[in-house]
């Protein structure tokens, strides 16, 4: 017995479609640039079977969206793949591109590429859309009319107004030489712009912030803001705010006079500070009292001490500075009289302070057992009143606290 099957082989185009690659950069146009033309990327219609373009041939028509043109000269449509499929003439108004072919075969796969379709939108706020075809004749897998297969997206970004304003820091009003630094707010200027710096109207520096010690009385601080490539504006560039600076002067430094060795006290004097108030500061250095104005000052401990001049505008100047070295006075005691008989002794009670490390007794008759000790036993060599005097040494061998005398 002979058993046949009969196998029937049906073609379903079900599985047989076109595989249409959209033209790129007509997303996003700026509306500021909108309605100039814009060049579309290459559109691909490629077969995804061996038959997705008909035999003979046949058409498809490219629409604009609403809002929307195409413009300039026709674009280029060519072939590629397999070459069974040739080009007829390509037509084109402000919104139609109707491209004509023939196909010799379903051997292979074959592709249309359409270059340098250019569109512009009719006004700076045309909706988005995309760009469709209908009629369409002889291809399979595109889905003719609006909400169809898509050509190319096309959509306006609405530009917005770049602005920028300054501020400085720690003030616009300064004493001469003070740093300033220079800081923007800004929006509508994207993630990373830029930033020039304009003195007087004269471009100085670039960057973000600006900082500057050399201002004048009167300068003028501007920023101009470029925003981020890329960015939709309606400007190119944006001014900030002028800051118009207020720089006062600073009184000149102070000198200090008197500087030195001292015993006990001194006086040290301050000139100059022209513009303003000197005022003491002690043992400050930098010093911003104004609790003591004044330029001369009696001083009694050691130390370094300045004297600074303060403007009417609050301007510190270059403070000046004296160190003085204070060495305490010598101190002696001859201890208290005493009456004595002729011929016999007397004990000294002699006592020194302050710098004083050694000491002498003399008088003007009579003899001492030491003249260097405060407790010397004294024998008079007649009769009378005799005055015994106890001198302190030079406690740093040159002055100033010499040679202090007490007397008995």
Known sequence: MVIAALLSFVSYSGYSAVTVSPGSGGTGICSTVATSPHTLGT?????????????PGGSFTLNAPAGWQFTGAVPTVTRSGAGEITIGVVTMTSTQLTIPFTASGTAGFDAINIANLQVVATSSGSASGNITANPVSGVTGIT???????????????AVTPSVSISASPSSTVCAGTSVTFTPSFSGGGATPSFDWYVNGSLVA?????????????????????PTAGTCTTSPTAASNIITMTVNTVPTAVTVSGAGTFCNSTTINASGGTGGTIYFQGTTSGGTSTATPSASQLISSTGT??????????????????????????TANAGAGQVVCQNSTITLA????GAASSSTWSAPSGTFSNVNSLTSTYTPSSAGNITLTLTTNDPDGAGPCTLLPAHL
């Open 43 to 55: 559109i691909s219609i490629s077969e995804g079977a061996t038959g997705d373009f008909n035999t």
């Open 144 to 158: 003719a009319g609006a909400g169809g297969t898509n050509f190319g997206s096309l959509s306006i970004t609405p």
């Open 206 to 226: 670039s960057g973000n912030p600006y900082t500057t010690s050399s201002l004048s009385n009167g300068n003028t601080v501007q920023a101009i803001m470029t």
């Open 305 to 330: 001490y300045y004297f600074r001049a303060q403007s009417g505008a609050g301007c510190w100047g270059t403070e000046g500075s004296a160190a003085v070295t204070i060495n305490p006075g010598a």
């Open 350 to 353: 002699g006592s020194i302070g």
